[in-house]
């Protein structure tokens, strides 16, 4: 079965540090990953996606993201975190395929806690 | 811009009554997606469309009905609600292509006692 996965399900980050938020999939083929940020009370935000070349791909509000084929990884990254990263973090992948028909798939969330 | 508007953003309902929650996008995306969300189970695919005319079920369809008859307007019917059914629903939409993303509208929280 294709799944995401989010392993941890909040990250406690103090402000300026560098934070990590990690995501795992498995899914046939290479998939298209994409990660989303939702606000309390709000919608799903899009950060960034990977379609394909460069590993690292810059997104929104300075964060980051490492794709890794190998270890089937796709962890969010900021150099230096904010208390306003505060947020809900989704993980989301869309796999190739003649079936496939744009779903995504996504992982349970992580909340990430930057404290000042 | 408006992008994915979803009407009504909160609801309480009793067990056994008929709703339909709105969702219209003005982007002119072809696909369409109806997601809820449960704590700690991120978001489950209900239903969804590729094109006015054509819908088909997601990961959880029961309980749910969705029709669509325009590019814009993608209606999610919950009929007999049960308990089970008290969620966050999100619609978004997406141009089409894999590698597009999907844009969300603000959700409608759905309570049923």
């Known amino acids: 079965a294709q799944s995401v996965a989010q392993p941890e399900d909040q990250v406690n980050v103090a402000e300026g540090n560098p934070l990590t938020v990690k995501c795992t999939y498995s899914?046939?083929?290479?998939?298209?990953l994409f990660w989303y940020v939702q606000y309390p009370n709000r919608g799903l935000q899009f950060l960034l996606k990977?379609?394909?070349?460069?590993?690292l791909v810059k997104g929104s509000y300075g964060f980051e993201a490492e794709f890794n084929k190998s270890q089937t990884s796709f962890h969010l990254k900021k150099p230096s975190a904010l208390v306003s990263d505060s947020a809900l973090y989704f993980c989301?992948?869309?796999?190739?395929?003649?079936?496939?028909?744009?779903?995504?798939?996504f992982g349970q969330g992580t909340t990430l806690q930057v404290k000042p | 811009n408006a992008g994915v508007t979803q009407t009504p953003k909160f609801r309480i309902l009793k067990i056994g009554q008929s709703m339909t929650l709105q969702c219209t996008q003005d982007?002119?995306?072809?696909?369409m997606y109806w997601y809820r969300q449960d704590p700690g189970m991120g978001l489950k695919l209900i239903y969804y469309?590729?094109?006015?005319?054509?819908?088909d079920k997601g990961e959880v369809p029961n309980g749910y009905n969705v029709s669509r008859s325009t590019t814009e307007d993608f209606p999610l019917r919950l009929e007999l609600a049960a308990p089970s059914q008290t969620s966050v629903y999100f619609c978004?939409?997406?141009?089409?292509?894999?590698?597009?993303?999907?844009?969300f509208g603000q959700g409608t929280r759905l309570t049923v006692v």
């Open positions: 989301a992948v869309r796999p190739h395929g003649s079936s496939n028909t744009g779903k995504l798939i």
């Open positions: 978004a939409s997406s141009y089409g292509g894999l590698n597009t993303e999907a844009f």
């Open positions: 982007m002119n995306h072809n696909y």
């Open positions: 469309s590729v094109g006015a005319g054509i819908t």
């Open positions: 990977y379609i394909t070349g460069d590993n």
């Open positions: 899914v046939s083929g290479n998939p298209y």
